[in-house]
């Protein structure tokens, strides 16, 4: 479980002190490591996509998957959206919602359940949706990690009742996106205090 954090542990960090992160870890074994899940580097991930398309991170997910998607609603920056948002928590605790720079790649995105759900379906759909043979690369087991894992998706249960699954976490928000593939149904929940969906 992420350990709810009151504050905005993020929104000072920005590139420079990722580059000096990165460059400050040192490996604890021999390759090939066991798999960890790692929000570090999927921030680092978010801004090499970042540099290599010469745009912002936000841009390059607007561009590349959220408006292709229609999804309007899934977005870093809320601007006139920010009314929609509810006030988050830890417990009875009110908690502002992080903002994020260079750890944009690792969790900076918002997302109504309509535009959640309509990304579960496009992943069931498989290479006849949307997202083409994306959805079956971003499903496809790459490292055993509390089962297997592929692109930041949990993979669970037998071939025949697969479901796929990611949670996310960040200050007093929770989010779960799941998707059983071979019904077609798609589950989402999302809360705003972050003693929610614990043990899940």
């Not at 609603?73 to 928590?89: I, M």
């Not at 960040?170 to 929940?189: E, F, I, M, N």
Request: glycine letters at 12%.
């Amino acid at each position: 479980n992420a350990v709810a954090v009151r504050g905005d542990p993020y929104r000072a960090y920005d590139r420079p002190r990722l580059w000096a992160a990165l460059a400050a870890l040192q490996p604890t074994g021999t390759p090939p490591c066991p798999a960890l899940y790692s929000n570090l580097g999927f921030a680092v991930l978010g801004e090499l996509l970042s540099l290599k398309a010469g745009k912002p991170w936000d841009t390059v997910v607007r561009e590349r998957i959220t408006a292709p998607l229609g999804l309007d609603d899934t977005v870093q920056h809320l601007g006139d959206k920010a009314s929609r948002l509810a006030p988050g928590f830890v417990g009875d605790q009110s908690t502002p919602p992080w903002e994020m720079q260079a750890f944009a790649g690792a969790g900076a995105l918002r997302a109504s359940a309509d535009d959640l759900l309509r990304f579960g379906r496009a992943l069931a759909a498989g290479r006849d949706g949307p997202l083409g043979a994306a959805a079956e690369r971003l499903v496809a087991p790459l490292a055993r990690l509390d089962g297997d894992i592929g692109h930041a998706i949990w993979i669970r249960g037998p071939a025949e009742r697969r479901t796929w699954l990611h949670g996310g976490a960040t200050g007093g928000y929770r989010a779960l996106l799941l998707v059983a593939p071979d019904s077609g149904q798609v589950v989402v929940v999302l809360a705003s205090n972050a003693q929610a969906l614990e043990g899940l």
